[in-house]
C-alpha cells in the first residue's frame, strides 16, 4: 500500500512539475505593445517600417439651420399607454401603439382582470381619463383582454398630435356607458 501511495505522489508531483515548467506559448508576444498600425519588414535594413494607406478621410460639413438639407426621419418606436382601472372594474393593463409597415397606427391591448368570454368596447377619445369627450377612434372589442386594431391615421399624428388623446375600455354591452379602464396618451 506505502508503495503504491509513493507511486501516485511521485506521479502527481511530476505532472504538476511538467504543467509548471512546459512553456506556454511564445513569451516574446506577451511582452510586445499591441499597434494599430500595420508594418512592413524590410529584410535588408532587419527594421519593420510603418505601412501607411491613402484613404480619403470624410469630412463633415454642417448645414447652416433653417437652409433646407436633408431632415432626419422621424423615430417611430412604439408607445406604451398605463391603463388604469376605474369605477372599482379591477381591469388595468397596456394599450401599445406600434407604426405598421404602411406608417399606419396600430393599437393593441393587454388587459387583466376583464370579464371572460363578453366583448368590451375601447375607444380612443378626446380629453383626459378624468374628462372624457368625444370619439375620435373607435377600437375592435375587448375579447378576453385583447384586441388589435389598425387606425386610418398616421403613427406620428396619432402619438405626437397637439390635442389631448385617451383610450378607454368600457363595460360590457348591459353597462356600455361606464369606463372601466382608462389611459392617457398625450
Known amino acids: 500500500m506505502k508503495i503504491l501511495t509513493t507511486i501516485l505522489l511521485l506521479g502527481a508531483v511530476a505532472l504538476v512539475g511538467a504543467w509548471l515548467w512546459w512553456p506556454r506559448g511564445n513569451p516574446d508576444v506577451a511582452l510586445e505593445s499591441p499597434s494599430p498600425t500595420p508594418y512592413l519588414y524590410d529584410y535588408y535594413t532587419e ?9 480619403a478621410t470624410p469630412s463633415i460639413t454642417p448645414t447652416p439651420l433653417g437652409q433646407g438639407g436633408a431632415s432626419p426621419a422621424p423615430v417611430r418606436r412604439p408607445v406604451f399607454i398605463t391603463l388604469d382601472s376605474l369605477n372599482g372594474s379591477g381591469e388595468y393593463g397596456v394599450a401599445a401603439i406600434i407604426a405598421n409597415k404602411n406608417d399606419l397606427a396600430e393599437v393593441a391591448f393587454n388587459v387583466v382582470g376583464t370579464p371572460v368570454g363578453v366583448y368590451q368596447q375601447a375607444y380612443v377619445m378626446s380629453g383626459t381619463c378624468a374628462n372624457l369627450k368625444d370619439i375620435v377612434f373607435a377600437l375592435a372589442p375587448l375579447m378576453n383582454g385583447s384586441s388589435t386594431t389598425t387606425l386610418n391615421a398616421d403613427f406620428l399624428d396619432v402619438v405626437h398630435g397637439q390635442s389631448q388623446l385617451a383610450i378607454a375600455i368600457y363595460g360590457p354591452l348591459e353597462q356600455s356607458l361606464i ?3 382608462c389611459g392617457q396618451l398625450r
Do not use: E, F, I
Open 47 to 55: 527594421t519593420p517600417t510603418p505601412y501607411v494607406t491613402s484613404q
Open 179 to 181: 369606463p372601466y379602464a
